[in-house]
């Protein structure tokens, strides 16, 4: 239900309201944004403050920790009086007497696979404020399947970098840092400590990002890494580029329009026996020339072969030229297929990459 502006609206965001680009149809656009936020430290508290100031709707919050001592030096949301809650707890109470009209959703459990999905599910874009670099994947994963929009950033000692992904539009994250080189390009946080005011920026930066993406006011382009080194306050922002080797990408776009996967792709994945269906949509004269295994269904077929593929399982589908298997993927798009790909070139173009079986 479309909630509306009223009196106290007007009065409390007449500074953002009277921004001509925002006005009441942008204040109504926040007041009907949710926005989750994954981890209430550094980054985390500076963003929340911001983005329930500004009238965000609802806000989701997750965090397991408590309030420690140590935390008060750059989380100054907390009060000292909060030592020992739950941050979560903590957080809602001093952003609720910040801005009583905002719905808070808390969640002070960890950040496990098995439940995360369902809860970015609910949310309009997502903050990526977590400090575990396990985490920060996970969400790209999530983020890149439900095609839901998140704002990374990340600090160390005095340098920050944040950046806008776009759900399934564009690099992701694992794009930028491939998982399997991050624990020797992604220092760690924790170990290296930090001056207060970095995350109280990148937070905020962050917020800028989400406030942008609600207000449709973003300027800057898809994929744009932004840096920023707090001693000689030099800002920069790099370009990144999707790679065309990125599993998660792979995975993310399969139910999109990007569904061709290259022979190298096709080969890298019979050789690691990842799970999934190869179909053949070629006739069976062409099927017995030859063929690189897996199912034949000839594309006139297929709408009334459906009931013989599981449409939870991944289908990889080939023809000679890749022709047919578009077509043959806009059916099994149509038929709510969770992952369908295409072999780009067919079978015409494999000839030196995959093993071709000739019965
Ligand atoms: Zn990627």
Redesign the pocket.
Known sequence: MMRQLDSNDYARYAKQISLSEIGAAGQLKLKNAKVLCIGAGGLGTPLLQYLTAAGVGRIGIIDHDVVELSNLQRQIIYRHNDIGKFKVTAAKNNLQDLNPSICFDIYAEKFASHHVRSIIAEYDIVADCTDHLANRYLVNEVC?ELDKPFVFAGITRYHGQCMFFHGKSG?????MFPENLAVAILPDCNAAGVLGVLPGILGTMQANMILQYILQLQRHGTGQLFTLDILDFALQRYQVT??PE?Q??IY?RRTCNDEAITPEQLNRKLHLHENFLLLDVRSPAEHAVGHLGGKLIPLPELSQRLDELNPELPVIIYCHSGQRSQAAVKILQQHQFKSVAYLQGGLASCQHVCAIIRP
């Open positions: 890149v690099p992701c994250f694992n794009c999707q790679d990125c998660i990408c993310g």
